[in-house]
């Protein structure tokens, strides 16, 4: 019909050899548009986690700043629920009609129960999904039961309340995500799995014609509920990522930014641009916030940087390595822990004394890795459960690549002779040479006949090396 076609915006007409042509597509609602207020102020807005910290503080801000006047806020507890008695007295008498609903968002029954709980005279205009639990641990640790938990409360969730609205005429579908699953956060892997799943239905819910919008929050000020949890080391370290926490009122900010934009999804959170650039000089930096330091320029790359730490080992004395090494390692150690320098690390006392958990084990081996160029393992701290225990084992491998780099750069020599045509009678007589002597050494050392060279320790193949060709 072309009224229809004309109806959908601009014409979708052309005439072309006196033909009347109609487009093919029909432009469908504009993807993301996160917010009419106008229709969601004359409806019911329901808001899952209402009566945690981020659920009343959006119920408030609804009320007062977007004329919102019917509320169905819905917990796990419900009316039981801490301080739900005097959240519904203080939006009452904002003007508002509340009702908080005891539900398990994560139960798709219960929450067919909770959207008939909108009064019929203001029909369900808008959803956010504020609603979520925490089980923090490092990835090994993770086990179904403790996916499962975060999953149901975020995704499950999220999905029960997509489907049972998709066909009511909504103009608020808000989704509370996290960098979590953006950036990446250490120790949430569970909680990261859950955030992304958000931004895919968001997306999804958009390329479908419908609103919505997946906000991924950083880290708040106050005790949402959620971040009570978090002690000095834990907010320590976000910031190190380069995450500040917000207020509230910069955070209510974002959320109207958020809404008022056409994007499916988006990050609100309040970076700090100085730590960002500390980081990319590390090269610790995550990649996806690399686009936001495009005028600071990279500082030395991992492999310069061991470079560097080697280089910074030849000539010394076996203390003088150790010395070295060691205060490497106090650094890092007091960088996770938060303290100004390593000399306020006890070299002799264990990582437990000093306050450490699995997290901040996994940041210092991340970091210990940038600098030396190693692959340490995730347990170092465990393995060698002090400062000085882990700065021996650094030595140690360092000492080790030493010997295979000597040994890369005699095989690299070997092959451009070679490939040079220039691997010549006594060279290669030679070379027999040394595997007869490394043959007789491994005799030697019992070991089996049917073993090769390649068998040897790097060590023996070096002093072997060394005494036939002089290389080291």
């Given amino acids: 019909d072309l009224a229809e076609v004309l109806a959908c915006g601009e014409p979708q007409i052309m005439i072309r050899s006196g033909v009347l042509h109609t487009a093919r597509l029909v432009r469908l609602p504009t993807a993301g548009a996160g917010m009419d207020s106008g229709v969601v102020s004359a409806g019911t807005v329901l808001i899952t986690g209402g009566t945690g910290g981020l659920g009343s503080m959006l119920a408030r801000h609804l009320v007062t700043d977007y004329g919102v006047r019917s509320l169905v806020l819905a917990s796990r507890r419900g009316p039981a629920a801490p301080g739900a008695e005097d959240l519904i007295t203080e939006l009452t008498g904002l003007g508002a009609r509340v009702r908080i609903v005891a539900c398990d968002v994560s139960d798709r029954s219960e929450v067919v129960e909770l959207l008939a709980a909108a009064p019929q005279d203001a029909p369900l205009t808008g959803v956010v999904h504020t609603a979520g639990v925490l089980d923090d641990g490092v990835v090994v640790s993770l086990s179904p039961d403790r996916m499962d938990a975060v999953l149901a409360a975020k995704a ?25 699953g953006v950036l990446g956060t250490a120790g949430q892997g569970n909680y990261a799995a859950a955030n992304s799943f958000l931004d895919g239905l968001a997306e999804h819910r958009c390329a479908s014609g419908l609103v919505a919008t997946s906000i991924a929050w950083g880290l708040w000020a106050s005790d949402t509920g959620m971040t009570g949890h978090l002690g000095d080391v834990d907010t320590t370290r976000l910031g190190r990522v380069g995450v500040l926490a917000m207020s509230d009122d910069q955070g209510l900010a974002l959320f109207d930014a958020a809404v008022a934009q056409p994007r499916s999804g988006v990050v609100a959170a309040r970076i700090d641009s100085a730590a960002l650039a500390a980081r990319s000089r590390a090269g610790v930096l995550a990649p996806m916030l690399e686009g936001m330091l495009s005028t600071i320029r990279r500082g030395t790359s991992d492999a310069a940087a061991t470079v560097g730490l080697r280089e910074r080992l030849t000539g010394l004395t076996d203390a003088e390595r150790k010395a070295l090494v060691l205060d490497t390692v106090r650094g890092q150690v007091a960088a996770v822990l938060g303290h100004d320098s390593g000399a306020a690390i006890d070299a002799g006392r264990s990582f437990r004394d000093l306050g450490f958990d699995s997290l901040t084990a996994v940041e210092t081996r991340n970091r210990l890795n940038t600098v030396t160029g190693l692959r340490l393992p995730a347990t170092l701290v465990f393995d060698y459960p002090t400062p000085d225990g882990v700065a021996t084992h650094i030595l140690t491998q360092l000492g080790d690549n030493a010997v295979s780099d000597s040994l890369s750069r005699l095989e690299k020599e070997v092959m451009e002779m070679v490939e040079g045509k220039g ?19 491994n005799e030697d050392q019992d070991i089996s006949p049917s073993e090769d060279v390649m068998t040897m320790s790097d060590e023996a193949l070096l002093d072997l090396l060394d005494d036939e060709f002089g290389i080291s």
């Fill in 156 to 180: 499950d969730a999220a999905w029960h309340l997509h489907e049972l609205t998709r066909d009511l005429d909504l103009g608020l579908f808000v989704l509370y995500s996290s960098v979590a």
């Fill in 423 to 441: 691997m010549t009678d006594e060279f290669y007589s030679r070379l027999l040479n040394l595997t007869r002597i490394a043959g007789r050494a």
